[in-house]
C-alpha cells in the first residue's frame, strides 16, 4: 500500500511559475513509476506526466512539454511536477498517481494510487 500526499498548489497568474511535490509512505517507492494527472470542473482526468522509477524515462502530454518538468527524488520519497509558464487552461486540482507496472501509461485506470489532490489556479 502506497499514500500519496501532494502540495504546492495555488494561485499563479499568466506566466507564473509553481512546484508540485508529492510524498509517498512505505519503503517501496523506488520500485514504483510515478504520474501527475489533472482535472478541471466538468473534464476527464487528464495526464500531464510521468517518471519510471530510475527517472531514466519521463512522458508529457504535448501541451506541457518544454513548460514542465518532472522529477522525482527516491531518497526522500518524493516526486516533482515544475510547472512554468502557466496559462489559464492549466488551471485543476493536480494529482499525483503511482504505477508498480512502470508502463507510464496516460490512462487513469491503469494507476494503482492516488493522492487527494492540490489546486492550481491561474488567472489570466
Known amino acids: 500500500q502506497v499514500q500519496l500526499v501532494e502540495s504546492g498548489g495555488g494561485l499563479v497568474q499568466t506566466g507564473g511559475s509553481l512546484r508540485l511535490s508529492c510524498t509517498a509512505s512505505?519503503?517501496?517507492?523506488?520500485?514504483?513509476?510515478m504520474g501527475w494527472f489533472r482535472q478541471a470542473p466538468g473534464k476527464a482526468r487528464e495526464f500531464v506526466a510521468a517518471?519510471?522509477?530510475?527517472?531514466?524515462?519521463?512522458h508529457y502530454v504535448d501541451s506541457v512539454k518544454d513548460r514542465f518538468t518532472i522529477s522525482r527524488d527516491n531518497d526522500k520519497n518524493s516526486v516533482y511536477l515544475q510547472m512554468n509558464s502557466l496559462k489559464p487552461e492549466d488551471t485543476a486540482v493536480y494529482y499525483c498517481?503511482?504505477?508498480?507496472?512502470?508502463?507510464?501509461?496516460?490512462?487513469?485506470?491503469?494507476?494503482?494510487?492516488w493522492g487527494q489532490g492540490t489546486q492550481v489556479t491561474v488567472s489570466s
Open positions: 498517481a503511482a504505477d508498480r507496472g512502470q508502463v507510464l501509461s496516460p490512462r487513469a485506470n491503469l494507476w494503482d494510487y
Open positions: 512505505g519503503r517501496t517507492f523506488s520500485s514504483y513509476a
Open positions: 517518471i519510471s522509477w530510475s527517472g531514466g524515462r519521463v
